[in-house]
Each structure stands twice: as structure tokens, then as C-alpha cells.
């Protein structure tokens, strides 16, 4: 079966890790378009729970590319990068966007898919190293 997403632990500190991995974005040329405090929203509105934050990174020439195919594929952009603990450990998660290619199969996005999902492999590699 094939997966949707690809998570790593890191020994980074939460905090650490998502200032690690808007870092690494900004360096491989995506824009941090904001992270999202998932888990300050929750606790809000009475439902704490362990530390969670998305981050949304962009990279215009890729979604501009995407966007010209199809631009029903807007559903799934931003690329997400999750951090988050569970179970005493840091994790860093995110969508694959080769698994997009796939919702949207008359596109013809898989090759800028694969471009942008080694793209992101990376920032997610390094942010966890």
C-alpha cells in the first residue's frame, strides 16, 4: 500500500524543530506562509492537548506550474509540514505530493510532483537532523 505522507522522529526540542524546519524552507527556496498554533487554537476552545503546529511553505514557481494544469489542485496547496509531540518524542510530518498527482490523475502534475516531494524530503530530512 502505498503512503500519503512520510514522518520522522527528531531529538530536537517542539519549538527547535519547527524554527528548524522554517529555516530549511527558507533555504531551499519555499516561503513559510504561517504556521499554525493548532493545538494553542484547540486549548482556546477547552481542548488541550500535546504541542502541534502546521507549517505551510509555498514555492510560487512550483505552484504557479501546478496551478496552470489544474487549478483544482489549489485543494492541497500549501504543502503542510506538521511538528508535533506524542508519546514523550518530536515528530515532523508531511503530505508526499506525489500522493496529490494522485487525486488529480488528468493533470499531468507528476513530475513537478516528484520535483517538489524530494523538494520537501529535504527540508524535512534536515529540519529532524
Known amino acids: 500500500m502505498k503512503t500519503f505522507e512520510y ?12 524554527a528548524a ?4 524552507s527558507a ?14 487554537t484547540l486549548r482556546e476552545k477547552g481542548f488541550p492537548r500535546e504541542p502541534l503546529k502546521i507549517v505551510e511553505i ?3 514557481r512550483y505552484a504557479s506550474e501546478v496551478l496552470n494544469k489544474d487549478v483544482k489542485v489549489s485543494v492541497m496547496l500549501p504543502c503542510p509540514i506538521s511538528v508535533y509531540r506524542q508519546g514523550g518524542k518530536t515528530k515532523i510530518t508531511t503530505l508526499l505530493p506525489t500522493s496529490i498527482a494522485e487525486f488529480f490523475p488528468d493533470a499531468g502534475i ?4 516528484s520535483e517538489v516531494e524530494k523538494a520537501v524530503l529535504e527540508i524535512v530530512t534536515s529540519a529532524a537532523a
Open 7 to 18: 514522518t520522522i522522529e527528531t531529538k530536537k526540542y517542539f519549538d527547535e524543530a519547527v
Open 58 to 60: 509555498c514555492n510560487a
Open 27 to 40: 533555504r531551499k527556496g519555499f516561503r513559510v506562509l504561517h504556521t499554525h498554533d493548532v493545538a494553542a
Open 21 to 24: 524546519v522554517e529555516e530549511t
Open 110 to 113: 507528476d513530475v513537478i510532483a
